[in-house]
């Protein structure tokens, strides 16, 4: 199936509104690029790493409390465990705790 792309135009809600932004790199290909090559065209036009999607169900916070910060490590551990020792049978005396 062909479909049609507008460069400076992007679709919402059946309504075509003009992008508010800049754009400086416009590349097309006759093929779907893989993560890592819209990650490496990321990396090299911005120097910053790119912050890949499969990793997003796990990444639940960062430095700053509650704000992914695109990396799963002990903070992340540590939002996960916080709720492990919480009991929710009732009454409380239930727990065992
Ligand atoms: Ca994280």
């Known amino acids: ?26 590349r097309v290909y006759s093929y779907a690029l893989t993560y890592d090559q819209v990650s490496q065209l990321y990396f090299d036009g911005s120097g910053e ?5 499969d990793v997003g169900v ?3 916070t960062g430095p700053t409390p509650g704000v992914p910060d695109c990396m799963v490590d002990i903070l992340d551990v540590r939002e996960f465990a916080s709720d492990w020792l919480q009991c929710g049978r009732y009454p409380a005396s239930e727990c065992g705790i």
């Not at 679709?11 to 508010?20: C, H, N, V």
């Not at 790493?49 to 999607?53: I, T």
């Open 49 to 53: 790493p790119a912050c890949r999607a």
């Open 1 to 26: 199936m062909l479909g049609c792309f507008k460069i400076g135009l992007y679709e919402s809600g059946g309504w075509w509104l003009p992008y508010e932004g800049d754009i400086d790199d416009v």
């Open 58 to 60: 796990f990444d639940v």
